[in-house]
């Protein structure tokens, strides 16, 4: 995995988030932003400013497509974070990379790499 990728994550789970963010931060990447809803996620894909997101499916328990839907209008490559049973994502984004909970830094790393 090459490093240097600035990296958005929408997680409404805090030491999940924390957790992500000290495996970025140890591979060499930037976390410009954690967001914890819908709401807030959408607002900062509106800024820009990043090269890719790690969404979790549920915020809150809001399902998280419509950031899915706004990312890839953008250009933005994302990875679906999912802690177990989902519905199956819409078609739209039904190709788009998996990253299974528990994350563990290998994990992260091989997400990120389906990216490239």
Do not use: C, Y
């Not at 030491?15 to 819908?38: K, N, R």
């Not at 959408?42 to 915020?59: K, S």
Request: charged share 20%; proline share 6%; hydrophobic share 50%.
């Amino acid at each position: 995995m090459d490093g240097g990728r600035s990296i958005l994550i929408a997680e409404d789970e805090p030491l999940i988030s924390m957790m992500l963010e000290d495996f970025l931060d140890s591979s060499g990447h930037t976390v410009v932003a954690t967001v914890d809803s819908v709401r807030d996620a959408m607002a900062r894909v509106a800024e820009g400013g990043f090269d890719l997101a790690i969404l979790d499916v549920h915020l809150h328990g809001e399902e998280v497509w419509p950031v899915a839907d706004r990312l890839a209008d953008a250009g933005i490559p994302f990875l679906i974070a999912s802690g177990g049973s989902v519905h199956p994502a819409p078609q739209a984004h039904a190709g788009a990379p998996q990253l299974a909970k528990p994350f563990t830094m290998d994990s992260v790393a091989q997400a990120l790499a389906r990216l490239d």
